[in-house]
């Protein structure tokens, strides 16, 4: 059974850092992306990070080049997202997922499998 299960979200003042995980399991191929998507009330998922396991290459939306890292750690079977400068319209939901040969980072259609989400709030 494919799992994905994220951690590490919570409360913290702007300016701040946080780092999510995204522990994947249930997975026999070595060839799919994992990204990272945000959802905040009232608006719709947006694309924020991919990494492609298979050859590294990594992805971000405009809103947050700079300040957020992603990375992996494949035998920990682990995707990160480091956050820092964090500020409050960064605040939202946080999903990863599971891409298994899509084209389109940034499209949630794209993925097959969902994390259940961990919320990210940024106060002012």
């Known amino acids: 059974e494919v799992q994905l299960v994220e951690s590490g979200g919570g409360l913290v003042q702007a300016g701040g850092s946080l780092r999510l995980s995204c522990a994947v399991s249930?997975?026999?191929?070595?060839?799919?992306?994992i990204g990272w998507f945000r959802q905040a009330p009232g608006k719709e998922r947006e694309g924020v990070s991919c990494?492609?396991?298979?050859?590294?290459?990594?992805e971000y939306a405009d809103s947050v080049k700079g300040r957020f890292t992603i990375s992996s750690d494949n035998a920990k079977n682990t995707v990160y997202l480091q956050m820092n400068s964090l500020k409050p319209e960064d605040t939202s939901v946080y999903y990863c997922?599971?891409?298994?040969?899509?084209?389109?980072?940034?499209?949630?259609?794209?993925?097959?499998?969902w994390g259940q989400g961990t919320q990210v709030t940024v106060s002012s």
């Open positions: 990494i492609s396991i298979s050859d590294g290459r990594i």
């Open positions: 997922a599971a891409s298994f040969g899509g084209s389109n980072w940034y499209e949630p259609l794209e993925y097959d499998y």
């Open positions: 249930g997975f026999t191929f070595d060839d799919y992306a």
